[in-house]
């Protein structure tokens, strides 16, 4: 699953797309120079069950972890997953 990426500086997002169509996305908006707070992750049906939400998850957990940066987790979704993944610690 192909995870893109927009950022303009002051918000952002990573998303699933096909055939030109965004089939899942998760925005953040920037916290300052050191955060990010993920806001809100949505998914199409053509993706649920497919693990996509976990996927541009991990695309922002390495996006953070390449910058230095942190994630304030709140998605509830977001939130969950991060209690259940000790490995994402590091970023919070």
Not at 43 to 58: E, F, I, P, T
Request: charged share 30%; glycine share 6%.
């Amino acid at each position: 699953m192909d995870i893109l990426q927009y950022d303009d500086g002051k918000k952002g997002r990573f998303y699933i797309e096909q055939e030109n169509i965004i089939l899942a996305e998760m925005t953040y908006v920037w916290a300052g120079t050191e955060k990010i707070i993920i806001d809100h992750t949505e998914v199409n049906d053509k993706l649920r069950g497919k693990s996509a939400g976990k996927y541009m998850l991990a695309k922002a957990v390495e996006f953070t972890r390449a910058k230095g940066i942190s994630i304030i987790p709140l998605c509830p979704f977001v939130k969950s997953v991060f209690e259940k993944t000790p490995d994402y610690n590091d970023v919070l």
